[in-house]
């Protein structure tokens, strides 16, 4: 893949990828475009995929905690950034003086939102969010009018503005599932009861991926749009080809190659045996390094041009291929997973041989792998 002398593993984001993903996918939606790259960009990288992905047109940025968020004010975005997860005590202050966009839950966290904006010195912009269905943050709906009335209350003497409603989807991945039509219509009450009493937020806003992707009626004024800016499919089986290109490829280098002899078992516990004589690889990652030790017997890598099984358990540090009776030879180059288009598997193979998903696979790979940057 490289003329450079090859790394022993190492994650390779196309940025070309994400951009043309992002432009895709917000000429598919028609509205504003939220990137989220929380968890370090899906394992992508946070700073280099905002990056790509504000050139590419998207509005805004999604992410979970206020560190991310300030990590990207220091990666030197300036644009307009969300975050939506804290805990009582953190440092608020931080994001308002920042210009970041955070999320309220609770009619208490909005007195904490207050206290912060007399450190910050300066009024704070305020997003509300609404459990429609998902049981996980938000406004319960018994809730939702107290939330309402104080952020109301908070705007009107200056101490915030309240940017944004949004709530978030549950089952979008399955575009049948009640839940989205149910939810969907909850949401639509808690922005009437927004509306109601005389809130005006620049953006409502609800669907992730899937429901950007499969759901018009679900995108309001803004997406927030993390998997499918990768270029992996948020909804397998049910997804339509929007000729969107998965930009991550996970490499590594053969440490050994050797052959075996048929009756010869594979690694921890002996879980595979050669039936007949073949030759093996060593693959210099494993679950440290994110490799999923449920692949163990399961996935496939590309070495020469073909797909090769997984023999014996995924160990700590490494794992064991079956070459099928090639013999490579060490230095040879290995792909775990990539956009599939020289043969190899992509992270929904992984996902689905691992009993996953591709956003896991993606996310938890790292460990003592390094990250190169390419622009295809
Ligand atoms: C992670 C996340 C998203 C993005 O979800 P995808 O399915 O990756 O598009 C959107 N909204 C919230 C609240 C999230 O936590």
Not at 37 to 48: F, L, N, Q, R
Request: glycine fraction near 10%; charged fraction near 20%.
């Amino acid at each position: 893949m490289s003329p450079l002398p090859a790394a022993r593993a190492e994650i390779v984001v196309d940025l070309g990828a994400i951009r043309h993903n992002v432009r895709r996918l917000r000429e598919l939606t028609g509205v504003a475009m939220m990137t989220v790259v929380k968890a370090d960009g899906y394992g992508h990288g946070m700073a280099e995929t905002a990056r790509a992905a504000r050139e590419a047109g998207a509005n805004w940025i999604g992410v979970a905690t206020i560190d991310e968020a300030l990590a990207l004010r220091e990666g030197g975005d300036t644009g307009r950034v969300l975050c939506w997860l804290t805990v009582p005590g953190e440092d608020h202050a931080l994001a308002i003086a920042a210009d970041i966009d955070v999320t309220a839950y609770s009619v208490a966290e909005l007195y904490e939102i207050e206290a912060a904006v007399a450190v910050a010195g300066r009024p704070a912009r305020v997003q509300l969010k609404v459990d429609t269905g998902l049981s996980r943050g938000g406004a319960p709906m018994d809730t939702w009018p107290d939330v309402v009335a104080a952020a109301l209350a908070g705007e009107q003497d200056g101490t915030w503005q309240v940017t944004g409603v949004w709530s978030h989807l549950a089952a979008s991945d399955e575009p049948d599932h009640p839940a989205n039509d149910a939810q969907e219509a909850l949401f639509r009450e808690a922005l009437a009861v927004a509306e109601d009493a005389g809130l005006r937020p620049e953006v409502r806003h609800l669907a992730n991926s899937a429901g950007a992707i499969l759901r018009p009626s679900a995108r309001f004024d803004l997406v927030r749009v993390g998997l499918a800016s990768y270029g992996l499919d948020p909804a397998p089986g049910h997804t339509p080809d929007l000729g969107l290109r998965p930009a991550m490829t996970v490499r590594a280098t053969l440490a050994q190659t050797k052959p075996l002899a048929a009756g010869a078992s594979v690694s921890y516990g002996h879980t595979w045996t050669a039936e007949t004589d073949t030759t093996v690889g060593l693959v210099p990652v494993g679950y440290a390094d994110g490799v999923p030790r449920h692949a163990s017997n399961v996935a496939h890598v590309l070495v020469d041009g073909k797909q090769r099984a997984i023999r014996g358990r995924v160990c700590m540090d490494q794992f064991v291929v079956d070459l099928d009776g090639d013999l490579p030879g060490a230095g040879h180059d290995v792909v775990l997973f990539g956009d599939g288009s020289h043969g190899e598997p992509t992270a929904q193979d992984w996902a689905e041989a691992s009993g996953t998903i591709s956003y896991e696979i993606v996310t938890r790979v790292g460990g003592r792998m390094t990250r190169r940057y390419v622009d295809r």
